[in-house]
């Protein structure tokens, strides 16, 4: 037991031989004259603990082939697209009724170019289809293209038994039936699926109720509501809680559905950089101080829409500055705890435990429960007049439809696992778990000299592959071996930070982890990703092997 | 031999370049002084002239720190959320205690269900509930990712192919929630700069889906063909003036099958001739017809008799006839597909939890091995309207046809809020006597064009003759005691 408490924020010091921070994130720009005027007074109390989070920047050489891969693949698409119009090369794509030739055209056609020219090369890496839960290991069905991937052909066979590093089932929750999935099943048999009617109409039912007191009591918050759709959940509330003349501050790579729910307020947003606290308080400054722009009226209110962890950098958001912030400006603060919930946290409370900070700090808590808790839907939490006020107008709750009563039973009984109200501590040993399983993965990836973006206790690794062509070889290899991994690139992420994207699980076992890793290893040295020009650890092994158990 | 020559011939150039240089030097200094102090001059001028800082017309008053430090003290933002009245109906909401279907128990009082959208009577259905528990067995609940990152399962697989058979299209695309589905699908395609014509009774699925298109939105009369040729004719003489822009801009007429807000049916025959004689692409929503119009219940199209190839895109929920979660859209692939890289709510959420999916796809086998269920139910709404008929003080809004339709004041007192008091109390006495109703809600500021408040009555299959009859009796003598 080297980490009893299952400290998720005690070790950071022991690397120090890591970069501490980078551009992003260095407390050293103080050369921006209105921010170091900002923290002149009042120094607020901040979080005092090293936030390890790094984001390596790539050797020249890298980026110059990255470009070149996208210029010569643009290129040749440009040629392929000249023989398709020519009528030399066969074109796969749909066409247009007859019919409706004269219309104006649906789609631009530079809109397609990229899909049609470069995705299309790469898309068997997407969208892969599984056919067992999503658990540690899952079953891919295989499928082959005999048209260079314009359609798909299922050849039956089914690779069983493939090592998941791409589903967000970070307490390893969603799994196939068992026994301690019982009560979901009665829920289904006595409620059946549907419910046909929305909350504010004959929508309401009691299970919605149990699981909302639960949700509260969890996040020790006075009172939360549940929402049958994660995405929607940002969607449909953000417009509910601002409107015109109120601004919303949002960090730029907030998930699409803050950025719509945003855009859908009808308030002015303005963007700070990823995670960056100096970018933050000059806008909040700005704003505070010179109030709306033309009118000059000061901000009805401000928003500040943060992520708790980031799902493509596995950043953890800076939450003692915010809150310190967000305090000194009277600004409101709204956090996606998406990924965060149940994941990180001494008790999978969420990235307000992980700070030690307290619940009453953030103005409104919302999450998902398709990760940690291997369901679906989203909630909002936080005080009660909040709660009751969106009770009221929440565009979910007047008209969408109401969560699956054994959706519902599925949270419920995963937050009860986790809270150890089923009478065990599994729950807890597996956010321990969790957090152990991240060191360890994050740690020896960094040894073998791979860029890894993100914060050290993020479950979410991120690895740069840069290059468009190591991206396609790198799903396929690893498929081969039986590793499912999951790649994202442009238009998710910036054009040259193409990247895979793990997200460790409690129920990766550590020879699972190291099965990654080993084969990781070998595509490393076989792709040449290893890019990272950090020293390597000298350090003897930092994990302690002893510490290890397994999930029993 | 020859290779030399260039350089020769260049050499040769520059120094007779070189002669021509030293010539104007010689010039230079036999020039006058004067000329030369002037030129000196205005070398220098030009230079102060780069180098200078900009002239500022006016010395900007910049705020000392101190005022700044004032300014943020004294802003005071309004609270998040202002308060609200505790006696609000949506924080007294109805409870429900188990299962939503035919015979529900709201607040602890057993009544018969005519508010959840229920049509088929497959929310408890043992078949879907038997279907739903062997996916369960199978992948447990959730998939724990979008459908891009593995979260695409043959479940979803099979729906998609299931439903894009059973609507005879080729492809059919699924969302894991009803309202993100024509929400997603609209902002898909029509971009800043297009024109979407919109009946004024549009859903606020389809007002949201427009928001978030940020194109030019042109409301046309509900159901009024007529208006809504006068607009597409609008266009057309605007086109004629700028036929460049025309070129690009895309047109889209957006539609509900049967209209949630009013229960009445679209002219689905006028807006095809309208969609080829202006060339506008035609958006179909049909969440309430859909599992319920037409011979095998395939919606509007076939209960007009309509090609489903006339109409661009599809949408509908899987959460009323189908009793489960999510909604898809159908049509052709050309259309359709683009929705895979472009539909938000497909590419950024979770896909649908296999169990709910297996759900949907028994239910269509239900639909499809008992097509008679359609005209049972047209039987049970024709009965039922028939009877509503002639209360003194309320009028049956919505077609005959349609499963769900509305009660409305025949008068109303002058205030919205006192005639939603009235339906309330008509809807309390009812649920009293064991017939669970519900008012129509609607977020008041947030909509288009508000309906006036009802009463949604909702007709399902399991509901008995007797039953319909009971209801319409109880709500013509529950109206008539408080009405009159």
């Known amino acids: 037991m080297a980490n009893p408490g299952g400290g998720a924020v005690c070790n950071g010091n022991l690397h120090n031989h890591r970069k501490q921070s980078d551009s992003l994130q260095s407390g050293n720009c103080t050369k921006n004259g209105i921010v170091k005027e900002a923290q002149q007074n009042g120094k607020p109390h901040f979080y005092d603990k090293p936030i390890v989070e790094s984001f390596e920047e790539a050797p020249l050489h890298v980026m110059v082939f990255t470009y070149l891969g996208y210029g010569l693949g643009t290129l040749f698409g440009y040629f392929r697209d000249f023989l398709r119009n020519c009528g030399i090369e066969k074109c796969n794509a749909a066409v247009e009724r007859e019919e409706q030739k004269d219309f104006v055209p649906l789609y631009q056609n530079f809109e397609n170019f990229y899909t049609r020219n470069l995705y299309m090369r790469i898309r068997d890496n997407w969208n892969r289809p599984i056919c067992s839960a999503p658990s540690a290991l899952f079953d891919v069905m295989e499928r082959v293209s005999d048209d260079y991937n314009w359609t798909f052909r299922f050849t039956g066979r089914i690779i069983k038994d493939v090592i998941n590093m791409g589903s967000y089932n970070f307490l390893g929750l969603a799994a196939s039936y068992d026994e301690s999935m019982k009560t979901v099943k009665d829920v289904l048999e006595q409620y059946g699926l549907g419910v046909a009617s929305t909350r504010h109409e004959m929508g309401s039912l009691d299970k919605h109720k149990e699981l909302e007191n639960l949700v509260a009591e969890f996040l020790n918050v006075e009172a939360a509501m549940v929402f049958g759709m994660g995405f929607a959940t940002n969607s449909m509330n953000i417009p509910a809680l601002v409107g015109k003349g109120c601004l919303i501050l949002s960090d730029e790579l907030n998930h699409a559905s803050l950025v719509l729910g945003a855009r859908l307020s009808g308030a002015t947003i303005r963007i700070f950089k990823h995670n960056n606290m100096q970018s933050l308080e000059k806008l909040l400054r700005d704003a505070v101080i010179y109030g709306q722009p033309r009118i000059r009226r000061a901000w009805k209110k401000i928003l500040i829409l943060v992520e708790g962890i980031y799902s493509m950098e596995g950043s953890i958001v800076n939450l003692p500055q915010i809150v310190a912030l967000k305090k000194k400006y009277k600004a409101y603060l709204y956090i996606d705890e998406a990924h965060s919930i149940g994941s990180v946290g001494p008790t999978g409370r969420g990235v307000v435990e992980f700070f030690g900070l307290d619940p009453r700090d953030v103005d409104v808590f919302m999450g998902t429960f398709t990760k940690s808790f291997g369901a679906s839907g989203g909630y909002i939490a936080g005080r009660k007049d909040l709660v009751d006020y969106l009770r009221v107008h929440s565009h979910s709750a007047a008209y969408a439809t109401s969560m699956s009563p054994p959706i519902a039973e599925q949270i419920i009984r995963s937050m009860k696992f986790i809270m150890g109200l089923d009478g065990t501590t599994q729950g807890l040993q597996r956010v321990r778990q969790l957090a152990k399983n991240t060191r360890y993965f994050r740690q020896r990836l960094n040894e073998m000299g791979f860029i890894i973006y993100g914060n050290e206790e993020s479950p979410v690794v991120p690895l740069l592959l840069y290059m468009p062509a190591k991206v396609a070889a790198f799903a396929r290899h690893l498929l081969n071996r039986k590793i499912g991994v999951v790649v994202v690139g442009f238009p998710a992420t910036p054009l040259a930070e193409a990247r895979a994207r793990f997200c460790v699980s409690a129920a990766h076992t550590r020879e699972m982890l190291d099965t990654v890793l080993e084969n990781l290893d070998e595509m490393g040295d076989l792709l040449q990703l290893k890019y990272s020009r950090h020293k390597k650890s000298a350090r003897p092994e930092l994990y302690d092997e002893t510490s290890f158990e397994l999930d029993d | ?484």
Not at chain 2, 44 to 53: D, E, V
Not at chain 2, 224 to 244: F, G
Not at chain 2, 292 to 313: A, C, M, N, Q, Y
């Open chain 2, 1 to 484: 031999m020859y290779l030399p020559c260039p350089v020769v011939q260049n050499i040769k150039v520059s120094c007779t370049s070189w002669k021509c240089a030293l010539e104007d030097v010689a010039w230079i200094i036999s020039a006058p002084a004067y000329h030369l102090i002037l030129e000196g001059i205005l070398i220098l001028w030009i230079i102060r002239l780069l180098f200078s800082k900009t002239y500022k017309l006016q010395e900007r008053s910049d705020l000392t720190v101190k005022e700044k430090e004032e300014l943020i003290e004294e802003w005071q933002p309004e609270p998040l959320v202002p308060p609200v009245s505790g006696d609000h109906p949506a924080l007294n909401y109805n409870v429900v205690s188990g299962p939503p279907s035919h015979n529900i128990v709201v607040n602890g009082k057993k009544c018969v269900n005519f508010a959840s959208f229920n049509f088929l009577g497959l929310l408890d259905d043992p078949r879907v509930k038997a279907a739903a528990l062997v996916s369960l067995r199978k992948y447990g609940v959730g998939t724990c990712g979008p459908r891009g990152f593995y979260g695409t399962f043959d479940v979803h697989l099979d729906l998609e192919d299931r439903l894009a058979k059973f609507m005879q299209t080729e492809e059919a695309i699924i969302y894991s929630y009803g309202f993100a589905t024509i929400a997603s699908a609209i902002p898909a395609y029509s971009k800043r700069g297009d024109i979407v014509f919109v009946d004024r009774a549009a859903c606020f699925a389809i007002q949201k889906g427009l928001q978030a298109s940020r194109s030019d939105i042109q409301l046309f009369k509900h159901n009024d063909m007529a208006d809504l040729e006068r607009l597409l004719k609008e266009q057309e003489i605007e086109d004629q003036k700028n036929p460049r822009k025309a070129r690009v801009t895309r047109r889209f007429i957006v539609v509900e099958g049967l209209y949630m807000n009013t229960g009445t049916i679209c002219p689905l025959p006028e807006l095809v001739k309208l969609k080829y004689k202006y060339k506008a692409r035609i958006f179909l929503e049909e969440s309430l017809s859909f599992g319920v119009l037409g011979e095998h219940g395939r919606g509007v199209t076939e209960h007009f008799g309509i090609s489903i190839d006339d109409i661009d895109l599809i949408s509908a929920n899987m959460e009323n006839s189908l009793a489960s979660i999510g909604g898809f859209c159908c049509g052709r692939s050309f259309v359709i597909d683009h929705q895979r890289l472009s539909g938000q709510g497909y590419c950024f959420s979770a896909s649908l939890p296999p169990l709910l999916a297996a759900a949907a796809i028994e239910a269509l086998n239900i639909m499809e091995e008992n097509p008679g269920i359609f005209s049972v139910l047209r039987e049970k709404c024709k009965r039922i309207h028939k009877a509503l008929q002639g209360i003194s003080g309320l009028k049956v809004v919505g077609e005959s046809f349609s499963p769900a339709f509305h009660l409305q004041l025949q008068e109303s007192t002058g205030s919205r809020e006192d005639d939603v008091k009235l339906l309330q109390e008509i809807v309390n006495h009812c649920m009293d006597r064991s017939i669970a109703l519900t008012q129509a809600r609607y977020l008041e500021k947030e909509e288009k064009c508000l309906p006036p408040p009802s009463i949604r009555v909702v007709v399902t299959v399991e509901q008995t003759d007797e039953e319909l009859e009971r209801a319409a009796r109880t709500i013509k003598e529950v109206a008539q005691a408080v009405l009159l």
